[in-house]
């Protein structure tokens, strides 16, 4: 019997704000297979400015049970964030640290488009630069 391969095809794609659809559609279909995570980054026009990272993951099936979805928010901010970004009552902050990032757990059955505008508004609050454009990277596991 062979191994199961298992690939992460990346899809990149970019978007306002105010008009997320495409990637509401990706969380939904991948909240559906418990599978695969979507990084965010602003577009800025100097790529010096440091500008965090949000990555948001489905919750994935574990023998019996599915784990509770996943936020993240990797910064230069060199502080604790969950004060600066108020995580919504009833989400759970795993980690807050000044190098690695905020890491919050999220209520399993909280709909998709709070979810990402939690983070969104996250990573605007902590980046140094006005964003009107994100870039998110799309990585669906296949097989």
């Known amino acids: 019997m062979g191994a199961i391969i298992t690939q992460v095809r990346p899809e990149s794609l970019q978007f306002a704000a105010g008009?997320?659809?495409?990637?509401?559609?990706?969380?939904?279909?991948?909240?559906?297979?418990?599978?695969?995570?979507?990084?965010?980054?602003?577009?800025v026009d100097d790529d010096r400015t440091p500008v965090p990272l949000?990555?948001?993951?489905?919750?994935?099936?574990?023998?019996?049970?599915?784990?509770?979805?996943?936020?993240?928010?990797?910064?230069?901010?060199?502080?604790?964030?969950?004060?600066?970004?108020?995580?919504?009552e009833g989400w759970f902050v795993v980690?807050?640290?000044?190098r690695r990032g905020l890491v919050v757990r999220v209520l399993p059955d909280e709909p998709h488009d709070r979810v990402l505008r939690w983070l969104l508004d996250a990573g605007a609050a902590l980046c140094p630069v006005t964003i009107t454009t994100w870039a998110a990277d799309?990585?669906?596991?296949v097989g």
């Not at 948001?56 to 970004?85: I, K, L, M, N, Y």
């Not at 980690?95 to 000044?98: A, E, F, S, T, V």
Request: glycine fraction near 10%.
């Open 19 to 43: 008009s997320p659809g495409a990637v509401l559609g990706h969380m939904a279909a991948m909240a559906q297979r418990h599978r695969g995570w979507i990084n965010f980054e602003p577009l």
């Open 95 to 98: 980690q807050d640290h000044g």
């Open 54 to 88: 949000c990555t948001w993951s489905p919750g994935e099936q574990r023998r019996r049970r599915v784990t509770p979805p996943v936020v993240g928010v990797q910064h230069h901010v060199g502080r604790r964030v969950a004060d600066t970004v108020a995580v919504p």
């Open 138 to 141: 799309v990585f669906a596991v």
